[in-house]
T-cell receptor
Framework: KAGVTQTPRYLIKTRGQQVTLSCSPISGHRSVSWYQQTPGQGLQFLFEYFSETQRNKGNFPGRFSGRQFSNSRSEMNVSTLELGDSALYLC????????????FGPGTRLTVT | QQPVQSPQAVILREGEDAVINCSSSKALYSVHWYRQKHGEAPIFLMILLKGGEQKGHDKISASFNEKKQQSSLYLTASQLSYSGTYFCGTEGTGAQKLVFGQGTRLTINP
């Protein structure tokens, strides 16, 4: 069974720009969660989607948004990028949500200059 | 609220045992454990649901004390491959999200 895939793997953007990251979950998984990982803050929860609905959101500004499509693929968007948004963005898929084992993708390394 | 992991780092010799603790101030429904090696994605180790059960496979096991909102990960007879950063993730009752601890860096030396 194919694992979680994320595209792109690396991205360099300039302050003020916007970016869209994509996540394809494992086939049959309906829940997708997004996390931001930085050396100082660890793994921070961004949001969780299930059947195209956002069920929970972390403490991030409104510049961070996401969506999920009918095939469970998910995208997250960050608008008006700031230097502090530089991080590894990980998505994780699971069958039904946080009570199930999470399978992480390889991540997208975003660098904002 | 972020769970607290301890210790933050531990160095062992191959064959020694380790215990990593995870503590939350909120009522928990589940506790997850993951291991992440440098430059790689976190890998699922185990999940413990409310009920205080202990789980394990091979030489890695974990317990969950729901009254104390604490979980512990036990690694016995550690192997070089156990090196990495271990994260606990906690799910509050009805929260629909996992909140991860800061991680415990485990180094196993030959």
């Amino acid at each position: 069974k194919a694992g979680v895939t994320q595209t792109p793997r690396y991205l360099i953007k300039t302050r003020g720009q916007q970016v869209t990251l994509s996540c394809s979950p494992i086939s049959g998984h309906r829940s997708v969660s997004w996390y931001q990982q930085t050396p100082g803050q660890g793994l921070q929860f961004l949001f969780e989607y299930f059947s195209e609905t956002q069920r929970n959101k972390g403490n991030f500004p409104g510049r961070f948004s996401g969506r999920q499509f009918s095939n469970s693929r998910s995208e997250m968007n960050v608008s008006t990028l700031e230097l502090g948004d530089s991080a590894l963005y990980l998505c994780a898929s699971s069958l039904e949500g946080p009570s199930y084992e999470q399978y992480f993708g390889p991540g997208t390394r975003l660098t904002v200059t | 609220q972020q769970p607290v992991q301890s210790p933050q780092a531990v160095i062992l010799r191959e064959g020694e045992d380790a215990v990593i603790n995870c503590s939350s101030s909120k009522a928990l429904y589940s506790v997850h454990w993951y291991r992440q090696k440098h430059g790689e994605a976190p890998i699922f180790l185990m999940i413990l649901l409310k009920g205080g059960e202990q789980k394990g496979h091979d030489k890695i096991s974990a317990s969950f004390n729901e009254k104390k909102q604490q979980s512990s990960l036990y690694l016995t007879a550690s192997q070089l491959s156990y090196s990495g950063t271990y994260f606990c993730g906690t799910e509050g009752t009805g929260a629909q999200k996992l909140v991860f601890g800061q991680g415990t860096r485990l180094t196993i030396n030959p």
